[in-house]
């Protein structure tokens, strides 16, 4: 290309002009991936339209609502737990020391297991309800990638937790 030249400044101008146009390099979907019928696998890849990148963020969107969702009853599924499990280390350490008289409708031992129970319950049915949503959304957008669920394996984990609790006030007397 030579010094004014006219088509190099036209091909710099119309890059200039297209730059902004051009979707991030995690916008670029295969043909696979964008056609739902197809069975075969296309090599060459193809950029996402404004449309289908607004569509595939709004998907990543309620996927992270899911999470924090879930992540809002695994903490409140923790803290039933744990409390249940302090008020029955609680008084099991106060009975030791002082002799109790059993007037109570509810005892202490039996809150606390209704609690961590009412804890693994809430947890579970947030666990289903979370595993449900999400598979609807890879239902609906099949060409989305839907990730695994870092919230799903905590609660797995809080479960756990909460079983060794219940398990620990229900056989210690």
Known sequence: MRVGDPRGSDERMERRRNRHRNPPLGMILTKAQQSEGS???HNRAT????????LLLSVDRTRLSYERTLMSWIRTATSLI?????????FQIESQRVASTNSH?????????????????ALIMA????????????ADYPHA??????????????????VTAFVAAVFRQ
């Open 47 to 54: 950029l996402l339209t404004p449309g289908d990148a607004n």
């Open 105 to 121: 409708l509810v005892g202490p031992r039996a809150f606390a297991i209704m609690m961590i129970v009412i804890g693994l319950t």
């Open 127 to 138: 666990t289903i309800e979370h595993r449900r949503e999400l598979g609807f959304l890879k």
């Open 39 to 41: 069975k075969r696998l």
């Open 82 to 90: 744990t409390f249940g499990f302090s008020i029955y280390k609680f």
């Open 145 to 162: 990638r839907i990730r695994r669920s870092i919230a799903r394996m905590i609660a797995g984990l809080i479960s756990i937790l909460g």
